[in-house]
């Protein structure tokens, strides 16, 4: 797992890191995924969050004052909401990490076999105390529908939206209506893909205090990286 940080750029300390799957050999996630299938989508999401929390706890994640570990899951991995989490929470158990520091996000073009099964994914994990977040919103085509039906805690605008946004009228009306609706729907945002100061104080203007991208720190195996706002 390497590891990168969300930024909160008014305090200045880090609001989560998100989890992001490596290779033995540094291999990107998306060579890791591209070996995922039926056979073994279970097995693989399961190993990846006692991995995830494992390594956290080692670093010392949830000694950070309110700092959160995000973990991206698979849908179509999970059956039985209330089964599959039960390694998750052994986990905490079992390293000490605490269960409401977890924040689950699934990315807004995942797919998902069924809509409500998703729904009813995010809706127990709300229940059990975890942050819920949409990633990459903005890139798929089920994001405003899934608002409708399920307000998760976060949602992560893509980093599509973001490039350049400085530079960009579109951009920034585009996103400044999706900071809008969150505020109505009490959601927090989250804008990645950040890799200057000029796109990172646009995005502030518009209200967007939580931010990711290599600007910050690039994701880091084995540590907790953070290098400057």
Known sequence: MAFQPIMDIETGQPFAYE???????????????????????????????????ELAAQLGLHRIPDCHLSINFLPNAIYRPETCIRSTLEACDRFGFPKERLMFEVAEGERVDSFSHLINIFSFYRRSGFFTAIDDFGAGYSGLNLLAEFQPHVIKIDMEL??????????????????????????????????NAAERDALHRLGIRYQQGYFFARPVVGALPLNKL
């Open 19 to 53: 989890a992001l799957v490596r290779g033995l050999n540094g291999e990107g996630a998306g060579a890791i995924l591209a070996q995922v299938n039926d056979s073994n989508r279970y097995r693989f999401d399961q190993s990846c969050r006692v991995k995830a929390i």
């Open 162 to 195: 973001v490039r350049g946004i400085d530079q960009s009228q579109p951009r920034v009306a585009i996103v400044a209506a999706i900071v809008q609706m969150a505020v109505q729907l009490g959601i927090t945002v989250v804008a990645e893909g950040i890799e």
